[in-house]
């Protein structure tokens, strides 16, 4: 396949819109479900996923010549891995509070389908700078999503908003517990749904 | 033949399980047989031989803390000698929370003349209770899909049918099993001495994609039929958070090696059981009359978060 021809703003929205990790691709559904019940909590998940998503979209593309096709898997893992430490490291060390709070997720990210995913698909193909906008745009496409999780329940389930009150009362305390997660990411994906199919209805009652 | 091939991996696993059995449950030193919690207060130790009576009625001689806080010593008020000189009963000052494990240092056990050097003994209660609840534990008041919410990508790709769910439950738990106790082996026998648990994350996951590749290549030669069945699946096994989530929870909880054999077991068969019922669920769900922005994946969603609901059912249990 040929290096890719998009601009750069293309790049940066496809993967915020029409690519969107959580909602449009439902990869990496784990912490979107797992640990969201506050807008800060998927803003630093979000923030250290786009982080890795960025370095090691940027080291592989510019280590792709060096890398025979048989070993393509390990490689991307091994890089994933280290860059995962260093945010885990960092993230340990400034803020350790909010760190206990994520628990295992941020050492989990190095599982996340998606890292790996763009790396296959994108990276080891592009140069370093349009791999930087790539990642970035899915990066800001995942805080995104875990941040719009995060503002429904935190706001739904404890009537506040990044710890400060903003309602007054808490309408459904129910949002809060982890299983409302998956309840959350449904309904999101339905109304999704619902969106794209009424937008094909409509654009199919016009040709006709 | 599938029923052959899910009863041959049925007796491999008990195999393994039998011979982890029989090696993990020796005691840490080797003049010291046996500790048991005694009463609500006491603990006895039974030594191989007769001790010397000076040396082992002297308080000084024992340290006891629970395994959790080792800074905060448990006070003994006595120490009784059995008349043939094996049996020492310790009595502490307070009661003891018997559900944490103990551990005891003894200095300089003395035997008929001879030094046997210090020992560093652990009291447990009904130690295959605990395993049990260890593994209880992980399959279902914690299950890893519906109370920590591992694993969902595999989770909500391979439930769609009763016998692919079988297929990769089987398959996840065996490499969970076979990765899990490495990780463990590396963990406590090199990353920890040298001082490179930093490293865990880029370890753990070599080990893993080195596992699956493992398994893969030698159930391609060994059992061609068994390969056929599981294959397809041992890719998938590598996508799964839960695979690195329980090598990171065993390091991060310290845990031992049946600790840690029966937190993977747990993972697996937990795991397994998420998929037979989703995929049970998910099969009548074809049948049903779903609104059609519902199709699919949200309404997979929703049956997930009232499995999830049903589970919380099972939180704050303790077993033994």
């Given at each position: 396949?040929?290096?890719?021809?998009?601009?750069?703003?293309?790049?940066?929205?496809?993967?915020?819109?029409?690519?969107?990790?959580?909602?449009?691709?439902?990869?990496?559904?784990?912490?979107?479900?797992?640990?969201?019940?506050?807008?800060?909590?998927?803003?630093?998940?979000?923030?250290?996923?786009?982080?890795?998503?960025?370095?090691?979209?940027?080291?592989?593309?510019?280590?792709?010549?060096?890398?025979?096709?048989?070993?393509?898997?390990?490689?991307?893992?091994?890089?994933?891995?280290?860059?995962?430490?260093?945010?885990?490291?960092?993230?340990?060390?400034?803020?350790?509070?909010?760190?206990?709070?994520?628990?295992?997720?941020?050492?989990?990210?190095?599982?996340?389908?998606?890292?790996?995913?763009?790396?296959?698909?994108?990276?080891?193909?592009?140069?370093?700078?349009?791999?930087?906008?790539?990642?970035?745009?899915?990066?800001?496409?995942?805080?995104?999503?875990?941040?719009?999780?995060?503002?429904?329940?935190?706001?739904?389930?404890?009537?506040?908003?990044?710890?400060?009150?903003?309602?007054?009362?808490?309408?459904?305390?129910?949002?809060?517990?982890?299983?409302?997660?998956?309840?959350?990411?449904?309904?999101?994906?339905?109304?999704?749904?619902?969106?794209?199919?009424?937008?094909?209805?409509?654009?199919?009652?016009?040709?006709? | 033949?599938?029923?052959?091939?899910?009863?041959?991996?049925?007796?491999?696993v008990l195999a393994l399980l039998g011979l982890l059995l029989l090696s993990g449950c020796g005691q840490e030193h080797?003049?010291?047989?046996?500790?048991?919690?005694?009463?609500?207060?006491?603990?006895?130790?039974?030594?191989?031989?007769?001790?010397?009576?000076?040396?082992?009625?002297?308080?000084?001689?024992?340290?006891?803390?629970?395994k959790?806080?080792?800074?905060?010593?448990?006070?003994?008020?006595?120490?009784?000698?059995?008349?043939?000189?094996?049996?020492?009963?310790?009595?502490?000052?307070?009661?003891?929370?018997?559900?944490?494990p103990?551990m005891?240092?003894?200095?300089?056990?003395?035997?008929?003349?001879?030094?046997?050097?210090?020992?560093f003994v652990s009291?447990k209660?009904?130690y295959l209770g605990y395993l049990f609840s260890v593994l209880?534990g992980a399959?279902?008041?914690?299950?890893?899909?519906?109370?920590?919410?591992?694993?969902?990508?595999?989770?909500?790709?391979?439930?769609?049918?009763?016998?692919?769910?079988?297929?990769?439950?089987?398959?996840?738990?065996?490499?969970m099993v076979f990765s899990a106790m490495m990780a463990w082996f590396l963990y406590q026998f090199v990353l920890k001495p040298?001082?490179?648990?930093?490293?865990?994350?880029?370890?753990f996951?070599?080990l893993?994609?080195?596992s699956?590749?493992?398994?893969?290549?030698?159930?391609?030669?060994?059992?061609?039929?068994?390969?056929?069945?599981?294959?397809?699946?041992?890719?998938?096994?590598?996508?799964?958070?839960?695979?690195?989530?329980v090598p990171l929870t065993l390091a991060a909880n310290e845990y031992n090696a049946m600790e840690s054999l029966m937190l993977a077991l747990g993972a697996g068969?937990?795991?397994?059981?998420?998929?037979?019922?989703?995929?049970?669920?998910?099969?009548?769900?074809?049948?049903?009359?779903?609104?059609?922005?519902?199709?699919?994946?949200?309404?997979?969603?929703?049956?997930?978060?009232?499995?999830?609901?049903?589970?919380?059912?099972?939180?704050?249990?303790?077993?033994?």
């Open positions: 396949m040929p290096a890719t021809t998009k601009t750069t703003s293309q790049l940066l929205f496809n993967g915020i819109l029409s690519e969107n990790p959580i909602f449009r691709l439902a990869l990496s559904m784990c912490p979107a479900v797992g640990i969201t019940t506050t807008v800060m909590n998927g803003l630093l998940l979000g923030v250290a996923v786009l982080f890795v998503q960025v370095f090691s979209g940027c080291t592989i593309a510019a280590i792709k010549n060096h890398i025979h096709p048989r070993i393509r898997i390990p490689t991307y893992t091994l890089t994933i891995a280290t860059w995962v430490t260093v945010i885990d490291l960092i993230l340990a060390a400034y803020l350790p509070d909010a760190y206990k709070q994520m628990g295992i997720f941020v050492k989990l990210i190095v599982a996340f389908a998606i890292i790996t995913m763009r790396l296959e698909t994108f990276a080891c193909k592009n140069t370093v700078k349009s791999s930087f906008w790539d990642g970035l745009g899915m990066g800001l496409g995942f805080l995104l999503g875990m941040m719009t999780l995060g503002f429904v329940r935190e706001l739904l389930g404890m009537g506040t908003l990044f710890g400060y009150d903003v309602l007054g009362v808490r309408p459904l305390l129910f949002f809060v517990l982890p299983a409302a997660g998956f309840f959350c990411v449904g309904f999101m994906m339905a109304i999704f749904n619902y969106v794209e199919l009424a937008y094909n209805r409509s654009k199919t009652a016009k040709q006709s | 033949m599938k029923t052959t091939t899910v009863k041959n991996v049925l007796v491999c080797p003049f010291v047989q046996k500790t048991a919690f005694k009463d609500t207060s006491s603990i006895v130790i039974k030594f191989a031989g007769p001790v010397d009576e000076g040396r082992a009625k002297d308080i000084s001689n024992y340290t006891v803390y629970e959790p806080d080792p800074d905060i010593k448990l006070k003994i008020s006595q120490v009784e000698l059995s008349p043939d000189k094996r049996t020492l009963t310790l009595t502490f000052e307070r009661e003891l929370n018997q559900k944490q103990h005891i240092s003894i200095k300089e056990i003395n035997s008929e003349g001879r030094s046997l050097g210090s020992a009291v209660k009904l209880i399959m279902l008041i914690n299950n890893f899909v519906f109370s920590k919410y591992l694993g969902l990508c595999v989770f909500f790709g391979t439930s769609q049918k009763k016998s692919t769910a079988v297929g990769m439950g089987i398959t996840f738990t065996i490499v040298y001082r490179l648990d930093f490293l865990q994350i880029v370890v996951i070599g893993v994609s080195l699956v590749q493992a398994v893969d290549t030698i159930l391609r030669k060994l059992n061609p039929v068994l390969f056929k069945a599981f294959g397809v699946y041992l890719v998938l096994v590598i996508a799964n958070c839960i695979i690195i989530a068969v937990g795991f397994l059981i998420a998929l037979f019922l989703m995929a049970s669920v998910r099969e009548r769900l074809e049948l049903a009359n779903v609104p059609p922005t519902y199709r699919g994946l949200p309404i997979a969603f929703v049956v997930a978060g009232l499995f999830a609901l049903a589970f919380l059912g099972f939180s704050g249990m303790s077993i033994f």
